[in-house]
C-alpha cells in the first residue's frame, strides 16, 4: 500500500538521486568550477556520461517501485536492481575521483559523491521494511 513506511524511504531515494544533483557539487576544481551531475552530459568521455544517467535511472526506478505498491515481491526486486545500480555509480563515482591527478583538475570532492551511498542506506531499509510486511501477509494467512 502507498501509506506504507517504505514508500517514504523510496520517495527520500528518488529525491537523493533525482533533485539532489541539481543542487550539490560532485567536485570543484582547482578554479573553483562545481561540478554537477548534469554537467557531465557535455564531457567526451562515455564514463562521464554515465554518472548523470545513472542518477536519473536509480530516480525512476524509485518512483517506479513506489507505484509497485500491490506487487512487494517486484518491489523488492526492483528495489535490489537499484541498489546495484547504486553501487555501479558509487564504482564510477570512487574511480573518477581517485584517478585525478592530484591538484591538477580536482581539488575538492563534494558532497554529490556520497548521494549513491545515501539511496542505498534508505533503499536497503526500504527492503527490510517490504521484507516485514511480506512475513506479516504471511503469519496471517497461516492463521486463517
Same mark, same amino acid.
Given at each position: 500500500?502507498?501509506?506504507?513506511?517504505?514508500?517514504?524511504?523510496?520517495?527520500?531515494?528518488?529525491?537523493?538521486?533525482?533533485?539532489?544533483?541539481?543542487?550539490?557539487?560532485?567536485?570543484? =576544481?582547482? $578554479?573553483?568550477?562545481?561540478?554537477?551531475?548534469?554537467?557531465?552530459?557535455? /564531457? =567526451?568521455?562515455? %564514463?562521464? #556520461?554515465?554518472?548523470?544517467? +545513472?542518477?536519473? %535511472? $536509480?530516480?525512476?526506478?524509485?518512483?517506479? $517501485?513506489?507505484?509497485?505498491?500491490?506487487?512487494? #515481491?517486484?518491489?523488492?526486486?526492483?528495489?535490489?536492481?537499484?541498489?546495484?545500480?547504486? +553501487?555501479?555509480? +558509487?564504482?564510477?563515482?570512487?574511480?573518477?575521483?581517485?584517478?585525478?591527478?592530484? /591538484?591538477?583538475? @580536482? $581539488? /575538492?570532492?563534494?558532497?554529490?559523491? @556520497?548521494?549513491? @551511498?545515501? @539511496?542505498?542506506?534508505? %533503499?536497503?531499509?526500504?527492503?527490510?521494511?517490504?521484507?516485514?510486511? /511480506? =512475513?506479516?501477509?504471511?503469519?496471517? =494467512?497461516?492463521?486463517?
Amino acid at each position: 500500500m502507498i501509506q506504507r513506511i517504505q514508500t517514504l524511504y523510496m520517495f527520500i531515494a528518488a529525491i537523493a538521486s533525482g533533485v539532489f544533483i541539481f543542487f550539490f557539487s560532485l567536485w570543484k =576544481d582547482v $578554479s573553483g568550477n562545481e561540478f554537477l551531475a548534469l554537467d557531465l552530459l557535455g /564531457e =567526451d568521455s562515455f %564514463l562521464m #556520461k554515465m554518472i548523470p544517467i +545513472l542518477f536519473l %535511472l $536509480s530516480a525512476v526506478m524509485s518512483l517506479l $517501485s513506489i507505484s509497485m505498491f500491490g506487487t512487494r #515481491k517486484r518491489q523488492f526486486v526492483l528495489n535490489r536492481l537499484n541498489i546495484l545500480i547504486n +553501487l555501479i555509480l +558509487l564504482g564510477v563515482l570512487i574511480y573518477h575521483l581517485l584517478t585525478l591527478s592530484g /591538484e591538477a583538475k @580536482v $581539488s /575538492e570532492k563534494g558532497i554529490g559523491a @556520497v548521494l549513491p @551511498v545515501i @539511496v542505498i542506506l534508505f %533503499l536497503a531499509i526500504a527492503n527490510r521494511a517490504i521484507k516485514k510486511d /511480506e =512475513d506479516l501477509v504471511k503469519s496471517v =494467512d497461516r492463521l486463517r
